[in-house]
């Protein structure tokens, strides 16, 4: 793991709200279909503005409060206006990145995350802006926001 400040970063995508109590039930979940939507209703070539970088986000944004709260989650790319979009403007993060098959490595580096947090005090959550950065088919890393 390392930190990193990322500064002027702009999402777009589909968006959808949803909470951790409600993905621990495959009737409630929501964020595997925000990604099917994302791909069947052909989002990516509807966005605007995209940035030159082809990699792909999800991003977990508007925390109501902790992991026991509501939040949203958008998946996207990178674009270069604000407009629509889900702006990191300075944020200081944790990355867990790891390599595997997806969507299994995405749930096992969530399943670390968490444990992390649970058993570690060095770094504390910061429940702003986190996001997965899909940078190859078998790659993720995730970027945790953490308080400056």
Do not use: C
């Amino acid at each position: 793991m390392k930190t990193k400040r990322i500064k002027n970063l702009m999402i777009s995508g589909a968006t959808i709200t949803t909470n951790n109590k409600n993905e621990a039930s495959e009737e409630t979940a929501k964020i595997q279909t925000v990604w099917d939507n994302y791909v069947e209703d052909n989002v990516y070539s509807a966005t605007h503005d995209k940035a030159n970088n082809k990699s792909m986000y999800g991003v977990y944004s508007n925390y109501t409060r902790d992991l026991n709260g509501d939040f949203d989650v958008t998946v996207g790319v990178e674009v270069t206006k604000a407009k629509n979009a889900i702006v990191i403007k300075d944020e200081k993060y944790l990355i867990f990145k790891k390599e595997g098959e997806l969507p299994q490595v995405v749930v096992d580096t969530w399943a670390e995350i968490w444990d992390y947090f649970e058993n570690n005090t060095e770094f504390k959550r910061a429940y702003t802006i986190d996001f997965e950065h899909y940078t190859k088919e078998d790659e993720i890393e995730i970027y945790i926001s953490i308080e400056k």
